[in-house]
Structures are given as structure tokens and as C-alpha cells.
């Protein structure tokens, strides 16, 4: 699906990947509804899309709240008139403790986000998209919904979902208007440690050098570009492409070599 004149919804977007993928859909001539739990962050979106901000609406809204998100086609239809795709950006991690020292409230909090509120979502505007000419659901994933990462398990769970989850919504929506995607994104240099409550974790300087690292530009420029050409599954990012030819080649050695990277838990 061509972005240019269709109207997006992108969940997170208010910062990091969700932010630069409302910006640069606005750059090519989309149609955006920023959907963010912090209005501030909306705030400086609107600040960064400067004139085609014209085009942009932004919406605060807790995606795990499933009345108010059953009920947010309406709003943004009264904006925008349509609905032709939603992006499922929003997510958060966990600690980095094994699923043995983690709380029940901080696995519910993980598995809420970022897999139930991609489905609410899903479930709100699919009804509408079904009746658009051409329309598009991409979910973003991680690294994590297709390789463990130790200290991460629900974290990768909740992802692993959101990746099967979108593998069974292409198989039911094949022959609809509706195109699907998984997108698996590697390492990005965003606050997602701060967003999830982790403070003093934050990518520095040193690591965003990091040739494997990607800029949330970069990485939304190739989610984009996935999304225009209705692909089924994408790896965004080295070190994803690296890990998805190494996991379908011998999945326990690729995840003893993350083991090794990492050690039994992160420090």
C-alpha cells in the first residue's frame, strides 16, 4: 500500500520509532493519527512535523484501556474521515530479571501493551479497513518475538504473540483488501529503557556508534518501505538479519551464541 494520501494510525508516537515514523509518513504525503500516552511527547511531535504537521492529529490514548480503544475509529474518523492502516509501534520491555524474580503486576503491565493493545487495536479498525479500496496492518515486533534474550522471556513472549498474532490475521485477511505485515526491528537508539521504567539504562553516546544500532530514521524509512510493498515478514536492521538466517539454521546455537553475548542475565 503507497502511503501517499492514505491515513495512518501509529500507536507510540511520541517518540523514538513511532515518532520518526509519524514524521516521515507526514514527509510522504500520508495522512497520521499519533496515538501516545503522554501528551508532551505528542507536543514535540507536532513541534517536529513543522508544516506537514497540517496533516497530522494526534490523540492521547492508553492502548490497553479496550473500551476506549474499541471506541477510537470513531474519533479519529471524525478527524480524518478514514481509516486506510494502523501501525502497532507501541511497546515497552521488562526488567532485566528472570521470569523467576519477576512480578505478576510487571508481566500483565508487559503482555498488555505490547500484545493486547496491538489486538484491541487490530480489532477496533479492522471493521473499518475492510471497507477501504486498499488498506494495511504492520505490526512491530522485536528481535525478542523470534530469539530469546535472557532476561527478556516475557518481553520476547509478548512479542512472539504479536508475531503469530499477525501470521494468523494474514492467513484469515489473504484475499481481502486488508495487506499484513510482522516487522522484526534489531537494535535502535531510542528511551525505550526510560519509557519502560528502567532509568540509568538509556543507549549512550558510544553504543549509538554502534554499526549494528540503527537510528529510529532509518529504521522507520525501512519500515515504510516494507509497509509499500505489502511484505508478509521483514527483518529491520543487521544484526535482525544476522540472528533470523542464524535461528532458522540452527536455533540452539543461535541462541547459546545470544547466551555467550549476553551471559545467563544481563548486569
Known amino acids: 500500500m503507497k502511503v501517499k494520501n492514505k491515513i495512518i494510525v501509529v500507536t507510540g508516537g511520541g517518540g523514538g520509532l513511532g515518532q520518526a515514523l509519524v514524521l516521515n509518513l ?82 500483565e503491565q508487559v503482555m498488555n501493551i505490547n500484545f493486547f493493545g496491538s489486538l484491541y487495536m487490530v480489532k477496533a479498525f479492522l471493521p473499518h479497513m475492510l471497507k477501504r479500496p486498499v488498506a494495511h496492518i504492520a505490526n512491530i515486533s522485536s528481535l525478542g ?52 521504567g528502567l532509568e540509568g539504562f538509556e543507549n549512550n553516546e558510544d553504543t549509538a ?4 544500532i540503527l537510528s529510529p530514521e532509518n529504521a522507520a524509512l525501512q519500515v515504510i518501505k516494507v509497509i509499500e510493498k505489502d511484505k508478509f515478514r521483514a527483518m529491520v536492521g ?10 532458522r539454521i540452527h536455533p540452539r546455537k543461535a541462541v547459546d551464541f545470544i547466551i555467550k553475548k549476553m551471559g545467563s542475565r544481563p548486569k
Open 26 to 107: 507526514l514527509k510522504l504525503g500520508a495522512k497520521v493519527a499519533a496515538v501516545d500516552i503522554n501528551d508532551n511527547a505528542l507536543k514535540e511531535t507536532i513541534i517536529l512535523a513543522g508544516e506537514s504537521g497540517k496533516n497530522l492529529s494526534t490523540h492521547i490514548l492508553d492502548i490497553i484501556d479496550r473500551e476506549k480503544v474499541l471506541s477510537f475509529p470513531d474519533e479519529v474518523i471524525k478527524v480524518h474521515g478514514a481509516v486506510d492502516g494502523i501501525i502497532n509501534n507501541a511497546g515497552i520491555i521488562q526488567p532485566f530479571v528472570h521470569v523467576n524474580e519477576l512480578d505478576f503486576k510487571k508481566i
Open 238 to 247: 543487521k544484526d535482525a538479519r544476522m540472528l533470523d538466517i542464524l535461528y
Open 209 to 212: 556508534r554502534n554499526s549494528m
Open 145 to 196: 518475538g523470534f530469539i530469546p534474550f535472557p532476561g527478556q522471556t516475557i518481553y520476547g513472549a509478548s512479542k512472539a504473540a504479536l508475531k503469530l498474532l499477525t501470521e494468523g490475521l494474514y492467513s484469515e485477511l489473504k484475499d481481502t483488501n486488508v495487506k499484513v505485515t510482522i516487522i522484526h526491528p534489531g537494535a535502535m537508539s531510542t528511551k525505550i529503557m526510560s519509557n519502560s
